[in-house]
């Protein structure tokens, strides 16, 4: 029989002497939406269960032991294939990776839409030391806002139960299935075409002078041997041109007022062992009641319970609702493909019409109602008919608006300026 996964959503990562910064690390990645956190520790000066007392009181991380070089693969490999088995999802990243989420506010939405791979590939985002010699007070995804631009290079959320091996802490096996990018792009080893729009890894590799120069005295995780990086790429780095990325200080500043209460916990405060043994009835009901009031908590609700009632039209149909008011435009889409492919209704086919139009895929949606409009005339529906005329002039009229209200602007500007033109002419045919 196989195994049912407790949590949807979990982190791993190896860890020797981060002290100053796995309180961050930790508090971050499960407010927004890791319910559970496996740190390997490879003899810290400063164990990490002494570090993380509180967290792992309150079971929200579990810490290993780990002796020796090179054992960042072991550890990935162990925790896929024991407690791992426990998350519908795994993610593994190092202590300087922080996952920024830019459409969603919780991992465990953003991850649903990728349900039918074997991993989510992440690109780096690469921060600079932001000119700190040594390391700053506060924590690091506050004081390093300047961003040396995106790689290709990634790092993997991973479905257990398709795991096979660990190549490199970029790079898995799978026993089906493959790794794509936020864009559905097939990955290729640790590398993957640039998508970064949705999700991005923020990668402060070098954090301050001080905190390279404690780096470069480590051995590397993976290989074990003495770290490859040098004095000559922490000064070259401080030399290349940045830009200013604020994409993840909103919630990290707010997990840091959350730290300094004494407070962790979860943005949305529901975790899958909450909603487990929750029936479809159910489900739609608690869907109902707290859409009204928080609908990024029913978004995860939702996510929670997506794949348990993957064939419940009418849970789906809840789903396509709330993305639409949420502005999900194209897990909307989504959603309404899913729902035809359940059963090719009228009312799945409209559905469909709907979401085209919303997420403005305008030749597949032109096609769509070519097609229904044939299938109303050659069945004598005119409540097919009327359903495509409403749906389209609904789309018509919002398209009328948006055209009139970007246009009423540029007339008022025009309005004011055309006085001062007139006169400014006039005198210069006086002249």
Sequence with gaps: MMHTPRYFAGLCAIVKDETPF??????????????????????????????????????????????????????????????????????????????????????????????????????????????????????????????????????????????????????????????????????????APQATDKVCLNHYMYRSQQDYGEKLEKTDATFGAKNSRRWEDFFAQARKPWTVHKAIVPVAAHVQALLQKGLLRHKYPVTAPDVANVDLKAALALLQNIARDNAGLAEVVFALCRTRFATSQEFLRQGLLLCQRQGKKHRALALARQLLALDATQENFLCLLTALLAAQEQAAAQRLAHFLRKVAAYQNDGKLADGIAKILSACEHKHASQRASGRRHPRHVGARLRPKRVLALGRRRAA
């Design 22 to 191: 796995l309180r961050e690390w930790v508090a971050y990645h499960y407010y927004i939406g890791f319910e559970r956190i496996f740190l390997y520790d490879n003899e810290s000066a400063i164990p990490v269960r002494e570090t993380l007392a509180d967290f792992c009181a309150a079971d929200i991380c579990e810490t290993y032991t780990i002796q020796g070089l090179a054992q960042q693969n072991v550890a990935y490999n162990h925790c896929a294939t024991n407690d791992g088995l426990d998350c519908e999802w795994l993610a593994f990243f190092d202590l300087d990776e922080f996952l920024c989420l830019k459409e969603d506010d919780d991992v465990r939405i953003l991850l649903q839409d990728y349900e039918a791979y074997a991993a989510l590939s992440v690109q780096w985002d690469l921060f600079s030391s932001s000119g700190h010699i040594t390391r700053p007070q506060g924590f690091v995804t506050l004081n390093y806002r300047q961003s040396l631009g995106e790689k290709e290079i990634s790092k993997c959320l991973i479905r257990p139960r398709k795991f096979k091996w660990t190549y490199s802490s970029h790079h898995f096996g799978f026993t089906q299935g493959y790794a794509v990018n936020a864009e559905h792009e097939v990955a290729l080893g640790g590398f």
